[in-house]
């Protein structure tokens, strides 16, 4: 038979513990609202491809080429 008595140190710990529980469920949800209110800001999607410094062809405007004598 096991004596089961919880030391108000631990009730303590998990009260702490609760409150970074709080505290990383805030910052999940901040990041989170954050990324939405930015992807629907942009409103086209290609906006949001072009994003990543990375020069695609398909996303480059297409530039105006002359001949080489005029």
Not at 14 to 31: D, E, M, P, Q, T
């Amino acid at each position: 038979m096991a004596i089961k008595v919880e030391h108000e140190l631990h009730s303590r710990r998990n009260g702490r513990n609760y409150g970074v529980l709080i505290l990383l469920g805030a910052f999940v949800a901040l990041v989170f609202l954050l990324t939405i209110v930015k992807v629907t800001q942009l409103g086209d999607a290609r906006k949001f491809e072009a994003n990543d410094h990375v020069i695609r062809p398909a996303l480059a405007e297409p530039v105006a080429t002359t001949p080489a004598g005029q």
